[in-house]
């Protein structure tokens, strides 16, 4: 069975962004792949400084990954930084990373343009992550359509150290992503983002969501006016309703006396019945945090004897000897 890996920061609160543009292709994959997913804590070393909100953060994500129907009895789900491997092969591999492709990231290159501070873990962020593929001997990697030039800057380290040492040892994993929903447009219309504070939260209290689509910024339109279809609530709306839902909604826009107000509450209500059964699963995750623990360290026991394995013979390739496991 071919593998497939991803992982999300847990730099804050997550979103429906990140469900369609990646926990819902983990768990449509479960059944055909050996699914390992993990919380990249490492990663979000590189914003986020405050220790308790990291924690907590964390147990979210999980509480998350497994309301919204990841099997750990089919997926293996960790903790990045309980697989100390990732930061090893890091090192092996940021010998052989050129700076000139880091500096060429989109990521690295957007977030110092907002004013992001320059730190040495984001610009190197592409080879950690790299690492986190490479060591797991993936096949596919779901990810979202922003993340697919770190793929292939994966798949370029991953040729170079094989070149190098001219051995065929890292696969070199094809990217899986959903084109019809890897980008969901935020509040604002920009793409949905922490960053952006423009996000939805599928696990928030009632108030809060009602709070975050009512906050969805539309024109000014009077209601008694036809309203143009192509909006961003009609956008967001599109990835929890069918194609007839969409024309039923589109025909409210255009035939006047609808207001975006009106979209608005169909939109939250839609929400609300397709995340109905995962927020009643997390509410029940929520009582049992050992068992969230127990799944935490058993998926990072198994990922971490496959990486051991993999480190070891890496270490061997580039010359070191003093493999003691």
Do not use: C
Not at 12 to 35: E, P, S
Not at 280 to 308: F, P, Q, T, W
Request: charged share 25%; aromatic share 10%; proline share 4%.
């Amino acid at each position: 069975m071919k593998r497939s890996l991803s992982g999300i920061q847990p730099s804050g609160i997550l979103h429906i962004g990140n469900y369609f543009g990646a926990m819902k292709q983990f768990v449509d994959l479960q059944d055909n792949y050996d699914g390992f997913y993990f919380i990249a804590d490492y990663h979000s070393l590189t914003s986020l400084t405050k220790a308790e909100i990291l924690k907590e953060n964390t147990y979210n994500i999980v509480l998350d990954y497994l309301a919204v129907g990841l099997d750990p009895n089919k997926s293996t789900i960790f903790l990045q930084s309980n697989v100390p491997e990732h930061t090893e092969l890091t090192w092996l591999l940021s010998n052989i990373t050129p700076v000139g492709l880091l500096e060429r990231g989109h990521s690295y290159k957007d977030k110092i343009a907002k004013g992001i501070p320059s730190n040495t873990g984001l610009l190197t962020y592409p080879v950690l992550m790299a690492a986190d593929i490479l060591i797991y001997d993936t096949d596919v990697v779901p990810v979202g359509k922003d993340q697919k030039q770190h793929l292939e800057m994966t798949r370029d380290i991953a040729m170079k150290f094989n070149q190098q040492y001219e051995v065929e040892f890292f696969k070199l994993p094809e990217p899986f992503i959903l084109d019809d929903s890897a980008i969901v447009p935020g509040t604002d219309g920009q793409k949905m983002s922490k960053s952006y504070n423009n996000t939805i939260n599928m696990f928030a209290t009632k108030k809060k969501l009602k709070e975050q689509v009512m906050s969805i910024v539309t024109d000014s339109t009077p209601l008694e006016e036809p309203k143009n279809p192509d909006n961003n609530i009609s956008k967001i709306y599109a990835l929890f309703n069918n194609i007839d839902k969409q024309n039923e909604l589109k025909d409210k826009f255009l035939a006047g006396n609808f207001g975006y107000g009106h979209a608005k509450t169909e939109l939250l209500n839609s929400i609300l019945e397709y995340f109905g059964k995962a927020r009643e699963k997390r509410e029940e995750l929520e009582k049992d945090i050992d068992y969230v623990k127990d799944v935490l360290n058993e998926g990072s026991k198994k990922a971490r004897a496959i990486a051991i394995e993999k480190i070891k013979k890496a270490k061997e390739i580039v010359g070191l000897i003093g493999n003691i496991y």
